[in-house]
DNA sequence: ATGAATGCAAACAATTTGCAACGGC
DNA sequence: GCCGTTGCAAATTGTTTGCATTCAT
């Protein structure tokens, strides 16, 4: 884990951590035009990418194909809804035992994990009956 | 989960079936193309679509941003190292219980969950360790 | 002064959409 | 004949890359 940021890294590791909440690399370069200066969005990118290997950031990519990142710990898991695409965070997390073990059996220096359901929220469900 | 399929969606499951492993749709379009008649790719994506709302299949979406469909628990879980891209699959999963806990608490319908872990790999380390 | 970091615009790749043709009931 | 399904090509979207410029040391 390194801790020498670029400007740019150190800056997008301030808004995260400021935000306190997983962001896209598109929201989170209008995020910084609003702020102080603006970064390229090339730059975004490139810094995320950059965080990641460093294992400072994680990513959590969408069904639709685009990524939300946070600082590593912040992450919380989801519910999600495959018809409707809300998506309700959950707070428990039953793996850090796994976590351990596969550290060790696979040496592995694991950074961070991803926990996602999917299936029907129940608004969606009530939807579908009433169309049938 | 409805059992009736187009002819596509059909074909679709049958080579899913068949295959028993994740893949893209890509390699999905070119799987049919080889076995009997080409599909669109175009319906290739709209089968899977609505295979996936009907809770046949799942994807998962690889931090390339192209995503992997499988049948719904055919999948596996994953070990994948954020700097090489290897993904080394694992067995064990903790996470039933809270499946259904979540499916009460919250009268979400689960239809599968996603469980991947992430960080290096052990020649990636070796490798980080020689060049420092 | 030199190599890394940045911005911009062009390039990419996976996916989606519009629309005309087709097929089953 | 009608409506849902399909194929093709064009459009869209998130992300990556090439290259010239700027910055930090």
């Given at each position: 884990m390194k801790t020498q940021y670029t400007r740019s890294q150190a800056r997008i590791v301030r808004v995260l951590k400021s935000l306190n909440a997983a962001i896209s690399a598109q929201d989170l370069y209008l995020e910084l035009k609003n702020r102080e200066q603006p970064l390229g969005l090339a730059t975004v990118y490139r810094s995320l990418e950059a965080l990641k290997l460093q294992g400072t950031v994680q990513a959590r990519t969408l069904p639709t194909g685009e990524s939300l990142y946070s600082l590593i710990s912040q992450d919380q898991h989801h519910l999600t809804c495959?018809?409707?695409?809300q998506s309700i965070p959950i707070d428990?997390?039953?793996?850090h035992n796994l976590e351990e073990r596969l550290q060790q059996s696979h040496r592995f220096q694991v950074y961070y994990h991803t926990l996602e359901f999917f299936g029907r929220c129940y608004q969606c469900q009530l939807i579908d009956s009433a169309n049938s």
């Open positions: 495959v018809n409707c695409g428990e997390c039953p793996v």
